[in-house]
């Protein structure tokens, strides 16, 4: 602890070399009292109504656990299935060795002035383990809440899917109705092990004057696989992460997709980048990114370390009124025998698919719609169809709001 | 009735129909033949009213309804459909929704894409990766669902194989109220009286005529429309001295 501390003190004031830089003293960090709560239902309508457009249901319907942070607590986490366990991260650290083995092993602590908030202001966060061979039906649901003006959140989360296990984990960031502005800072760390299977989605729903920083590694052993969905469809002032993933035994797979809106007030760099680094691992990396007038750069890189790997990268973009999107898809295949490929489109939705539709007896602006709908329906293999459910809600939400 | 009356139109700056006069009654369908480029896809495009195809002149209505500036979804809900000869894809919009579309909801988009062996493309994005017969079919199968009153077809038989064309050929017929099925209620003649839907296809071989009876036969030889006579005629026509002759005929 003390060589953390020690490490993350020295990266106090070093930024981060990508996304525009935040000063940190300009939020409030002091703890903030919320009441810890047995049952969910005992939370307030409005909060339940914000947490259920980031895919977080208090009723527990389909879900197989919950956990639940608001501003720097934790008020709610337990598991409904054995084999699963869902953790404050502080609780954990105190009562748990092992987590030790996990914690900050994967994102350096002293890779930037977020990593180190975390370390040197660390609120809360959790532990998310699916024991070996356990299979968790039902998806986790984590939500990651702000209500106090101004706020930083600083958490840091470790998701472990042990040998041969399967969990699914849905993590919705929401803001309070009437908050404005905060910052979030997120460490996670994946581990995903053995012929292991975890997907991950994650929706964001923030605030038009939110500023978001994730930083998250996760590492997936022989035969596992890594499913890394990301959705934010919600104006936000400036989201950056740049998720990383390495594929560190034979056949493993991950594959990350992000669907992305950005509204004129949005700055959003995010991107993912998979490390393939054993025989026959496979990864793929898809996005779809619209601007209302916002600023979107997605980025993505696969590096193929051995020969005998597939990876593919897939990046469109639309802007459909105004604003700018920069796609940066990067392949590094650095042996013989790698077999790597991407495309990249950036665009405006093309007349000729508007007047198709419009020949078939829709008007200009359902047209409109259906494209937009269609271009962020990706479909997601081996997603549980709950999670689908929650992507597609989202989707739809977001192009009421754009139309 | 479509009429359009002393059509003029440009594409870009150029002059690509020249004053062209047509009628389409109820019940009626029409066959247009022309070389490539002469301006067959265009005279659709602009009677379906793609904005490209800029109406410099002339009129078009149809119902009685001007539609020389209405939006291509007006004229759809009038009753206009259109089967393209190359139409785009939409990445993420499936075959089955843009079926719904077409029938407003009210359909049954299996059962009619069984009718044009379509069934296992339901579930793919639209026109992604289909081959020319298979726009084909997709296409017939949109206009099956979409009940329209002016049936334009551009090229409904180009790049069709062998196996399909019958099928292809037949639907046209079908969706034109121009098959001769028995009907116990009605003879022949009183379901050619009540034939109420009008139909405008573009070939450019003429093969479609083994298939669908059309009532007359037009030529369009650079953007002008040369003769009007019988369908059969004009085939044997163009089979015997080609379309270079047209350009005769044309000035
Ligand atoms: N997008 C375009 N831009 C410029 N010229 C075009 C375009 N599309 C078609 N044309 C021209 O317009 C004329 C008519 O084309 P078209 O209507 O497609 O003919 P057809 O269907 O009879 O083959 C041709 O000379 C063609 O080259
Ligand atoms: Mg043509």
């Known amino acids: 602890m003390r060589d953390l501390n020690e490490k993350a003190l020295e990266a106090k004031e070093k930024k981060a070399p990508i996304g525009p830089d935040i000063d940190l003293d300009a939020y409030e960090s002091e ?373 | 009735m479509l009429q359009i009356e002393d059509l003029q139109v440009k594409l870009g700056d150029k002059e690509i129909l020249k004053h062209i006069d047509l009628e389409i009654h109820p019940g009626e369908t029409h066959i247009l033949f022309g070389p490539n480029g002469s301006g067959k896809t265009s005279l659709l495009m602009t009677i379906m009213g793609y904005p490209q195809y800029r109406v410099t002149g002339g009129k078009i209505s149809f119902k009685g309804e001007d539609l020389t500036h209405m939006p291509v979804d007006e004229r759809a809900k009038l009753g206009i459909g259109m089967s393209y000869q190359r139409p785009p894809t939409i990445h993420g919009v499936k075959t089955k929704q843009m079926v719904q579309i077409c029938g407003k909801g009210g359909v049954n988009a299996e059962a009619l894409a069984a009718k044009v062996n379509f069934s296992e493309f339901l579930e793919r994005d639209i026109n992604a990766g289909f081959s020319g017969g298979e726009i084909k079919r997709s296409e017939l199968l949109q206009l099956m669902a979409q009940d329209a009153d002016l049936l334009l077809f551009d090229e409904p038989e180009s790049g069709v194989d062998l196996e399909n064309i019958s099928l292809i050929g037949n639907t046209i017929s079908e969706l034109l109220q121009r098959d001769f099925k028995v009907n116990s209620q009605k003879t022949q003649k009183e379901r050619h009286k009540e034939r109420t839907r009008m139909g405008f296809i573009i070939t450019h071989t003429g093969f479609i005529l083994d298939y669908v009876t059309v009532d007359k036969g037009q030529v369009l030889y650079d953007g002008v429309l040369t003769c009007t006579t019988h369908p059969r005629e004009i085939f044997k026509c163009i089979s015997e001295v080609g379309y270079e002759e047209c350009v005769r005929c044309a000035i």
């Open chain 1, 31 to 403: 703890a903030v009292a919320h009441e810890y709560v047995e049952d969910l239902r005992v939370l307030s309508e409005a909060d339940k109504k914000r947490m259920i457009l980031a895919g977080v249901d208090t009723e527990e319907k389909d879900r197989s656990g919950t956990f639940i942070q608001k501003d720097t607590v934790v008020v709610h986490a337990h598991s409904k299935q054995e084999g699963l366990e869902v953790i404050p991260i502080k609780d954990a650290l105190k009562k748990h060795d092992w987590v030790q083995d996990y914690y900050w092993k994967l994102v350096a602590v002293d890779a930037d002035k977020y990593t180190a908030r975390a370390q040197l202001d660390l609120h809360n966060g959790y532990v998310i383990r699916a024991l070996a061979g356990s299979e968790v039906i039902y998806p986790v649901q984590a939500c990651m809440y702000l209500e106090k003006e101004g706020l930083s959140q600083n958490v840091h989360n470790i998701i472990v899917a042990e040998e041969g296990s399967e969990l699914h984990i849905i993590t919705g960031c929401a803001t309070a109705a009437h908050l404005r502005r905060g910052l979030h800072v997120g460490i996670s760390e994946f581990y995903v092990k053995k012929d292991a299977k975890l997907s991950f989605t994650m929706i964001h729903h923030w605030a038009e004057e939110m500023m978001v920083r994730a930083r998250s590694v996760g590492v997936v052993e022989e035969g596992g696989l890594f499913l890394n969905n990301y959705i934010c469809m919600r104006p936000v002032k400036s989201v950056q992460m740049y998720p990383t993933t390495h594929l560190v035994g034979k056949g493993a797979v991950a594959r990350f997709y992000s669907l992305l809106v950005g509204s004129p007030v949005s700055e959003m760099d995010v991107g993912g980048r998979i490390f393939l680094k054993e025989p026959d691992t496979r990864a793929e990396i898809i996005s779809r990114a619209i601007t209302n007038g916002g600023n979107i750069i997605a980025r993505g890189d696969l590096i193929g370390e051995v020969p005998g790997i597939k990876a593919h990268l897939e990046c469109r973009g639309l802007i459909l009124k105004g604003g700018a999107i920069h796609a940066i898809p990067e392949l590094q295949g650095k042996v013989d025998g790698v077999e790597m490929s991407h495309e990249a489109a950036v665009g405006k939705i093309a007349q000729e698919e508007i007047l198709y539709l419009m020949s078939r007896g829709l008007g200009e602006d359902e047209a409109t719609a259906t494209i937009v709908r269609g271009f962020l329906s990706v479909d997601i293999p081996g997603l549980p169809p709950q999670l689908k459910a929650e992507i597609d809600r989202a989707v739809e939400q977001s192009d009421k709001d754009m139309m």
